[in-house]
């Protein structure tokens, strides 16, 4: 059953980094755009940035100038450099596909961003 698997979350002070991983089963994954999405308790999933297939990106306003997201198709795996970490940052990160699929949201990563 494919499925995909988050890491790398943990507790950072406010102005640091963490670089979240995303490891997709089977090499299918390959063949999708991908996304990272995060989400604040009482508050809708948003989607955080994306990368197509041929490794076009795109960002939310809020992370712009702050995240990178990559991918590497040999390790069917996609990352998430964030720098400059703010509170505001702190939240439950999951990746999907940038349509995403119900059946595929995993358990995510916890962030929090604290002095």
């Known amino acids: 059953q494919a499925q995909l698997v988050e890491s790398g979350g943990g507790l950072v002070q406010p102005g640091g980094s963490l670089r979240l991983s995303c490891v997709g089963s089977?090499?299918?994954?390959?063949?999708?755009?991908m996304a990272w999405y995060r989400q604040v308790p009482g508050k809708e999933r948003e989607l955080v940035a994306s990368?197509?297939?041929?490794?076009?990106?795109d960002y939310a306003d809020s992370v712009k100038g702050r995240f990178t997201i990559s991918r590497d198709k040999a390790k069917n795996t996609m990352y998430l450099q964030m720098n400059s970490l703010k509170p505001e940052d702190t939240a439950v990160y999951y990746c999907?596909?940038?349509?995403?699929?119900?059946?595929?949201w995993g358990q995510g990563t916890q962030v929090t961003v604290s002095s």
């Open positions: 990368i197509t297939t041929a490794g076009v990106t």
């Open positions: 999907n596909f940038a349509s995403p699929i119900r059946g595929l």
């Open positions: 089977g090499n299918a994954f390959n063949f999708y755009n």
